[in-house]
T-cell receptor
Framework: AQSVTQPDIHITVSEGASLELRCNYS??????LFWYVQSPGQGLQLLLK??????LVQGIKGFEAEFKRSQSSFNLRKPSVHWSDAAEYFC????????????FGTGTSLTVIP | DAGITQSPRHKVTETGTPVTLRCHQT?????MYWYRQDPGHGLRLIHY???????DKGEVSDGYSVSRSKTEDFLLTLESATSSQTSVYFC????????????FGQGTRLTVV
């Protein structure tokens, strides 16, 4: 069965520090992978996606993620965090083998301290 | 935002009453989804649709039904609301085919008292 694990429920970083949010997935084939961000009271906004090709993908707001098949991971990174990045981040997997649905992780809440 | 509108945005209802949430899209995308979001659970799929009158169940479909009589509208109905259905409900559309890229509405916060 497909599943997504985000092992960190909550992360706190200082403004200007680097960030890495972890995501591991279970999937029987090459997945479609996504990172979404949710600000309080808002819907989810797509940060970036991976379908195939280059395993390092660039997204909006200075985020990037790297697909590592051997580790079944798709970690999100940002070199320098801004206070406005404080939000909830969700990793998701989709694809032809997911029965027409996306599977989401439980989310990582990011706090940014001045 | 891919032209997705959810209504209402907030609703308080009593246990046992039926409730219908509406998702409207302006771009004629084929695939539409209803999710609920609860702390510690992320987003869980309730129902989805792959065309007019074509719907299927998701992971947490018990107590919910859906209808899609027009491409642009996907309705979620709680037949008899229970307190366990207090949640934030999100509608999403998939652009470019199933599970390729989802865009979400702003959500509906439903409280069942």
């Amino acid at each position: 069965a497909q599943s997504v694990t985000q092992p960190d429920i909550h992360i706190t970083v200082s403004e200007g520090a680097s960030l890495e949010l972890r995501c591991n997935y279970s999937y029987g084939a090459t997945p479609y992978l996504f990172w979404y961000v949710q600000s309080p009271g808002q819907g989810l906004q797509l940060l970036l996606k991976y379908f195939s090709g280059d395993t390092l993908v660039q997204g909006i707001k200075g985020f990037e993620a790297e697909f590592k098949r051997s580790q079944s991971s798709f970690n999100l990174r940002k070199p320098s965090v801004h206070w406005s990045d404080a939000a909830e981040y969700f990793c998701a997997v989709g694809g032809k083998n997911t029965g027409n649905q996306f599977y989401f992780g439980t989310g990582t809440s990011l706090t940014v301290i001045p | 935002d891919a032209g997705i509108t959810q209504s209402p945005r907030h609703k308080v209802t009593e246990t046992g009453t039926p409730v219908t949430l509406r998702c409207h899209q302006t771009e004629n995308h084929r695939y539409m989804y209803w999710y609920r979001q609860d702390p510690g659970h992320g987003l869980r799929l309730i129902h989805y649709s792959y065309g007019v009158k074509d719907t299927d169940k998701g992971e947490v479909s018990d107590g919910y039904s859906v209808s899609r009589s027009k491409t642009e509208d996907f309705l979620l109905t709680l037949e008899s609301a229970t307190s366990s259905q207090t949640s934030v409900y999100f509608c999403a559309i998939s652009v470019g085919g199933p599970n390729t890229e989802a865009f979400f509405g702003q959500g509906t916060r439903l409280t069942v008292v």
